[in-house]
């Protein structure tokens, strides 16, 4: 139909479902909803289109034509071909076998969600077999350690992936794909998917490594003859290892697209739904982890710009710098005053000196440990404690050692800041317990 239509001299849109990201600059990139001129259709997977000025290689199966190539785009697929509803109180029209457009396209999600699954699987095991194996023949080229920073947790991801492959295609309604019931099984896997967020973490680390590595001629031509060897399309290694990254973050893509086609009738409906928002939870985690680490590179290169640093390094035991800001701590004898630069990281609270001269430098002063204290807001006036007059101030008060810690902002405003960033302290460390992310990180670099 497609061909014929193009044969004809007609101009046929199609609209994006899923974003294309293209490693080749023989193919055209796009975003889910964007339209799509397709210009050639003779290859049935495969299709050549135009967006604006860009041509080049799309898969069919991610974009779906317009039922009628003279409605708005908006109107599809509510819209069938004369531009009338033929079920205005449901929006679809009738296929045989009483299936609906709606059905259909239900009908196609499911191809694709199998056949991209299947697809992957295949990828997985390419790398699996005709890199990692290959790799670990040659330990005078690669030591263990090297293999793990270049592919990550890929394998325990190829494990997880073939049990979940096979999951589904026992959910799968040959006959009548529309009424398969694949919800379930994204349920149930979705812990196990959260594998992805060491693979994620570690992703930036085998980029660096490799492109270390294929400066070296005799590297370009092992993964080559790799590629060739398990007849893999081409594209280079660090091309291939991005897939998985892909793959978790286009499952709540493929998941939407689904719901939009399951009737809340439909058996399946409940569990596509909550597995919608379980893989989007899948998706925020990896993201969350993934920002936390560029994070910890950042904490990484200030603390070597901090003079005279003492002690463990910040990354030890923290992960995310929360609120920074000057303050005046007060201590005793005598309540003296001294101003301070602190620095509130999940679990400490780091104090350092400025430079009387040169303002941007920094001298490590203490820290204090936040899981021991409490926090106090002190009223205006005189305080017994330090026996002085304050404003602005609050405290911070270990339980166990009765230590005290008395600070004072310049504003009132500073000072809500300061208690709200102790309130979103204990939230963060709260929050990465529960989701396993307490533990300490390394920044991608080598410890300064």
């Known amino acids: ?75 599809y697929p509510l819209k069938v071909e004369g531009g009338k509803d033929d079920d205005s109180s449901s929006g679809t029209r009738r296929f045989g076998m009483g299936q609906t457009s709606k059905d259909q396209m239900r009908t196609n999600v499911i191809n694709e969600i199998i056949s991209t699954e299947r ?41 997880c992936q073939k049990k979940f492959v096979k999951a589904l295609e026992k959910k ?3 006959d009548h794909p529309h009424l398969s019931e ?14 992805y967020s060491e693979y994620c973490n570690n992703h930036p680390n085998a980029c660096m490594e490799l492109s270390r590595l294929t400066k070296v001629n005799k590297y370009v031509y092992f993964f080559e003859a790799c590629r060739l060897l398990q007849k893999m399309i081409d594209i280079s290694l660090d091309g291939f290892l991005l897939t998985p990254v ?22 399946d409906f409940k569990d ?22 560029e994070n910890i590179d950042k904490i990484a290169q200030w603390q070597s710009s901090i003079e005279d640093w003492e002690g463990e390094d910040v990354l030890v035991r923290s992960s995310e710098l929360i609120y920074s800001g000057e303050l005046t701590k007060i201590s005793h004898p005598q309540a003296k005053s001294q101003q301070r630069m602190f620095f509130l990281f999940d679990h400490q609270l780091v104090c350092c000196k400025k430079d009387l001269l040169r303002r941007d430098i920094l001298y490590y002063k203490s820290r204090i440990n936040m899981d021991d204290m409490e926090i106090l807001d002190v009223e205006d006036g005189k305080d017994k404690d330090f026996n002085t007059s304050v404003k602005n101030a609050f405290k911070l008060h270990c339980q166990d050692t009765e230590e005290v810690h008395l600070f004072c902002a310049k504003k009132p405003e500073q000072k809500q800041r300061w208690l709200k960033a102790f309130e979103s302290e204990r939230r963060q460390v709260q929050l990465d317990q529960e989701t396993g992310m307490e533990r300490p990180m390394q920044p991608t670099q080598h410890r300064l």
């Open 246 to 267: 892909q793959k978790i973050c286009k499952y709540p893509l493929q998941l939407a697209e689904l719901l939009k086609y399951t009737n809340p009738q439909h058996r």
């Open 272 to 293: 596509v739904e909550a597995a919608l928002n379980a893989m989007k939870n899948v998706a925020r985690l990896i993201n969350e982890r993934k920002r936390r680490l």
């Open 1 to 75: 139909c497609t061909l014929l239509l193009i044969s004809d001299g007609s101009v046929v849109y199609a609209e994006a479902l899923w974003d294309h990201v293209t490693m080749d600059d023989q193919e055209l990139g796009f975003k889910a909803g964007d339209v799509i001129e397709v210009m050639d259709a003779t290859n049935k997977e495969w299709w050549w289109g135009r967006i604006l000025d860009s041509e080049g290689w799309f898969p069919a199966s991610f974009v779906r034509l317009r039922v009628n190539q003279d409605e708005p785009m908006e109107d």
């Open 119 to 159: 697809d992957y699987i295949k990828h997985l095991k390419d790398i699996c077999e005709g890199y990692i194996k290959q790799c670990r023949k040659r330990a005078d080229m690669f030591t263990e350690e090297q293999l793990k920073t270049i592919f990550g947790n890929i394998e325990d991801i190829y494990r």
């Open 172 to 174: 799968f309604n040959k």
């Open 182 to 195: 694949v919800g379930s099984c994204f349920l149930e896997y979705q812990t196990e998917f959260q594998i």
